[in-house]
């Protein structure tokens, strides 16, 4: 059986690591991870993850952009966006792009494996 890629897109770089460690370690995932959207989105043209999980606020390229772009790109694959700045229209704009499931920070590591887990085939 295939191990699932993920890409992680935070500018907390603890936020990366953490998020990285538990879902390799713990879940047997295989996750890249990048500190901001434009490194991202570089990586996205050159392969395809099972699921995306990304910042909704980061200088430059943020969450929605990414959400927009993976979407284009690979309409199937999911997105998870997480944000310290949760709001309702915050919210409202990502569900209308379609995406999968949607955090406020600090995440629960629990919360988000079963989010990736529904996901995912």
């Not at 993920?6 to 047997?28: F, R, Y």
């Not at 997105?79 to 310290?84: G, Q």
């Amino acid at each position: 059986m295939s191990k699932y890629n993920i890409l992680i897109i935070d500018d907390e770089k603890i936020v990366c690591d953490m998020m990285k460690l538990s879902l390799e370690q713990e879940e047997g995932y295989e996750v890249e991870s990048f500190l901001n959207g434009a490194a991202a989105l570089e990586r996205l043209k050159e392969k395809k993850f099972d699921m995306v999980v990304t910042d909704f606020k980061m200088k430059g390229i943020d969450g929605l952009e990414v959400l927009r772009t993976v979407k284009q790109l690979y309409p199937k694959t999911a997105v998870i966006m997480i944000t310290a700045f949760a709001n309702l229209d915050v919210a409202i704009e990502a569900l209308r792009e379609d995406v999968h499931d949607f955090f406020p920070k600090p995440i629960k590591i629990k919360d988000l494996k079963e989010s990736i887990r529904k996901a995912l085939p």
